[in-house]
């Protein structure tokens, strides 16, 4: 009797601790990893605690406007990218995040590294917007974007941005530029 309640309470303990472990990637509508919606940038070193912050500097250089704050594995792998509301701020919300690293993904399996065809067969396209060179595509329901190059298309949509492009136009194998989440508009 012992025996068998020492075996479920070890199989609880690594069941919890795997779960706990996936959801370090995950990204939902509020949710990228431990980061929400409401993350202020004050709370990122208890967050990020076993990685490395990379925080803009601090100058009196009333021309700088970089916020942009980096998160890093130890070891040197870029994770993300993190865009306060506010420079200067720790009371500031995250508002974008640009995702670097390909263990980030949604619970449909959409990640950096996939292509235009898993984003076809997991969700609905909102709106494809053409930039000077990216199409900037936004998800249904969802705070997620992905660029795409527009490198990737075929000849006659690679210039100019005047172009509407359809979903049709875009190759399946047309891979991700960036993956971004906007939690404000």
């Not at 431990?34 to 601090?58: E, G, M, N, W």
């Not at 993190?82 to 200067?88: C, G, I, V």
């Not at 919300?93 to 619970?107: A, G, L, N, P, S």
Request: net charge neutral; aromatic share 8%.
């Amino acid at each position: 009797m012992k025996r068998t309640f020492f075996i479920v309470l070890i199989s609880t303990v690594l069941f919890i601790q795997c779960s706990k472990e996936d959801n370090r990637f995950l990204i939902t509508n509020h949710q990228v990893g431990a980061l929400t919606a409401t993350t202020t940038v004050s709370q990122l070193d208890s967050i990020f605690k076993q990685d490395s912050i990379v925080r803009p500097k601090t100058e009196s250089n009333l021309l700088s406007t970089s916020t942009a704050i980096q998160i890093y594995e130890k070891g040197g792998k870029h994770l993300l990218t993190l865009t306060p509301t506010s420079k200067n701020s720790s009371d500031a919300v995250i508002e974008h995040i640009q995702i670097f690293d390909e263990r980030y993904q949604t619970e449909k399996g959409l990640h950096l590294m996939s292509t235009f065809k898993d984003l076809k067969d997991n969700y609905t396209i909102a709106s494809i917007q053409n930039t000077l060179n990216n199409v900037i595509i936004t998800l249904k329901d969802s705070d997620i974007y992905i660029t795409i190059d527009k490198e990737q298309l075929p000849e006659a949509l690679r210039f100019g941005s005047n172009n509407v492009i359809e979903k049709t136009q875009i190759p399946d194998t047309a891979t991700f530029k960036y993956v971004m989440i906007s939690w404000r508009d």
